[in-house]
């Protein structure tokens, strides 16, 4: 019996379990992408990478340092003129046939996903999957049109492009950064996150199997350092970094006065603002996708909720009722809504910044009825309430499955509460009167605005923050700026 078979038997629950039965084939040892070929780290150093919802070693991961970073710019230095010079619409065709490779080989990448990462295979199979493949189709049909982006202006490449990605969107951020980048004619250095490398991995073997030109995308895998190195090389001609806000701004003091143009997608903690006028069962729904979605390991997540105060206790009463149905476990299994934290380090985060929250006065809700899994990193979906603005829950990223509940008596107010935060990557707003969506979705310090709905993604829709959760856009026309000169 698996833990979440034991869980459901306990809890006398009538669902069966319904495993994902798709194994990707993993092999035991990865190698750097370097030139269109897979190498050992000159230093012969790896690390390993493991499935947080069971703690065990998937494989072992080439740690990249200096040598190995200096081949891999090399690498896509070479790549570069042959590859720019090429017709817009023969780089268009490599990029439709990665994108129909991974729509081929989506159901073996999920699952990749899901066991690397430890969200719930539901998600990287109806979601994450999906608009990778929707990535690379919307700029692959851009490659051959850009004189139309940029009507007018003759554009070139920027050249060398070091790319750097987090843990918990590991294949949807290396497509949002790969695909436009590649459109536009430029070669790629990107270096996934250190407990998520795996699936970068398998998207390069899919541009051998497509015969995509050697040393037009380098994949350098490592910790610590590796990103720092890329981000720094002298052959990197554009920077582009999706993390926390605390490197975002070290690689800001890093390539200053260096003439490389910098995209920062960085945290958030971000309002959702409920009126009292809202259909409440959809705006329950939106809430709860805005939270629990991917374990709250989203940026944009909806992180701080604001509740108009004449509904706040039936709307906190519909929302304890939503979670308590909210499934735990084995992210494997179909009917997992909440998957794995990502790691044990994330996972001590989540734990202090909530004990944060009780020291500080707010109350916990906290009603799971599924005990969590023995091994592997788990944290129950839960939120606050009683929460004042100078909490540390109310102010801080928190990175999980944790909400803050606030109320709020009138519009200014909602307004003002709702912009009063460092941040500024997404907002929601939920209203029965289009005149309020639109006077307030125009007042929120916010690179994304979505009224009636919650965390809605498309490559055709420019994504990125103001404020403190950084600058320029990815997807969209807007995206396809930062990679052309
Ligand atoms: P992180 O610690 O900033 O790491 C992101 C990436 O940067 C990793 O590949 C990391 O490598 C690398 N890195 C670490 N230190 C570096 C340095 N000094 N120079 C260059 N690269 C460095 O963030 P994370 O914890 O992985 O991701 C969570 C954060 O990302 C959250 O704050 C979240 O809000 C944000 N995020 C934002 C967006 C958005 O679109 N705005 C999307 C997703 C996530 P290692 O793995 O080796 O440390
Ligand atoms: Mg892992």
Redesign the pocket.
Known sequence: MTQTEGAVAAAGWDYSPAPERTRPDIESEYGLFIDGEFRKSRSGKVFDTINPATGERLARIAQADEADVDAAMAAARSAGPKWARMKGRERGKYLFRLARRIQECSRELAVLETMDGGKPIKESRDVDLPLVAQHFFYHAGWADKLQWAFAGRPVRPRGVCGQ??????PLL?AAWKLAPALACGNTVVL?????TPLTALHLARLMQEIDLPPGVVNIVT???E???L??THSAVRKVA????????R??MQETAGREIPLTL????KSPNIVFADAAIDQAIEGVVGGIWFNQGHV??AGSRLFVEESILETFVSALRDRMKQLRVGDPLDKNTDIGAINSEGQLERIRSLVRTGQEEGAILHDVQAEPLPKKGCWFPPCFFTGVQPSHTVARE?I?GPVLSVMSFRTPEEAIRRANATPYG?AAGIWTDKGSKIFEIASRMDAGIVWCNSYNQFDAAAP???VKE??FGREGGLHGLRAYVR
């Open positions: 750097i990605i987090p843990w918990n969107f951020m270096k996934p996150a250190e407990t490592g910790f610590g590796t990103g720092r890329v981000a970094f999706t993390g926390s806000t605390g490197v975002g070290t690689l997608e960085l945290g958030g940026c944009c990223e990175f990557l994504f990125g923050g959760s950084g």
